[in-house]
């Protein structure tokens, strides 16, 4: 069975600064899809970014970044220029089989 | 916006009531999916739904049961609600974009068992 676990409950940054989100996960899967969704206090789940097991690159969105290492099977969020709407709960997620695997979450504040 | 909506947002009912849920999307996606999220827990399947009148068990299904008689709307039902089914639920659909599968989420239920 999957798991996904995310080891940091909270965090904090202040803006424009950087800030990385950790995220491990554990499969016996080749062929697999890992996504980072952001929850803010509205509780609308918004996907942030996705990365492909098969890519070597590492996904970028705008200021969101991944840092895949798959033999490690470790799967970092990395915000750059943090803003105040980035407040929320960031969710880790395992897709393969058409079903996702979510970790608990961390809460992320941005501070001013 | 996927074009996902659910209803009611908000539902307070009393143990041992039957409730439903609704989920309802406008673009034909074959796989449709209900999660329970609670604190500590993150998001977690209950049932999916990969066609009409096709559905599967999560890794929290007892005590829900579903039905897919459209493509468009996915019914979850509690049959005798419990206080330990209050709890924010989510519909979410399957894109496929290429080779890629995306899930996206409808805006949440928020249910009260008292």
């Known amino acids: 069975a999957q798991t996904v676990t995310q080891s940091q409950p909270e965090m904090s940054v202040q803006e424009a600064e950087t800030v990385t989100l950790s995220c491990t996960y554990d499969t016996s899967e080749n062929n697999y899809y890992l996504f980072w969704y952001k929850q803010p206090p509205s509780r609308q789940m918004i996907l942030v970014i996705r990365q492909e097991a098969y890519k070597q690159q590492n996904a970028t969105e705008n200021r969101f970044s991944v840092n895949f290492q798959k033999a490690a099977k470790s799967f970092s969020l990395k915000i750059s220029d943090s803003q105040l709407g980035d407040t929320a709960m960031y969710f880790c997620?395992?897709?393969?089989?058409?079903?996702?695997?979510f970790g608990t979450g961390t809460l992320l504040a941005v501070q001013p | 916006d996927a074009g996902i909506t659910q209803s009611p947002r908000h539902k307070v009912t009393e143990t041992g009531t039957p409730v439903t849920l609704r989920c309802h999307q406008t673009?034909?996606?074959?796989?449709m999916y209900w999660y329970r999220q609670d604190p500590g827990h993150g998001l977690r399947l209950i049932h999916y739904s990969y066609g009409v009148k096709d559905t599967d068990k999560g890794e929290v299904s007892d005590g829900y049961s579903v039905s897919r008689s459209k493509t468009e709307d996915f019914l979850l039902t509690l049959e005798s609600a419990t206080s330990s089914q209050t709890s924010v639920y989510f519909c979410?659909?399957?894109?496929?974009?290429?080779?890629?599968?995306?899930?996206?989420f409808g805006p949440g239920t928020r249910l009260l068992v008292l």
């Open positions: 997620a395992f897709g393969a089989t058409n079903k996702l695997i």
């Open positions: 979410a659909i399957s894109v496929r974009e290429g080779a890629r599968e995306t899930q996206y």
């Open positions: 673009e034909n996606h074959r796989y």
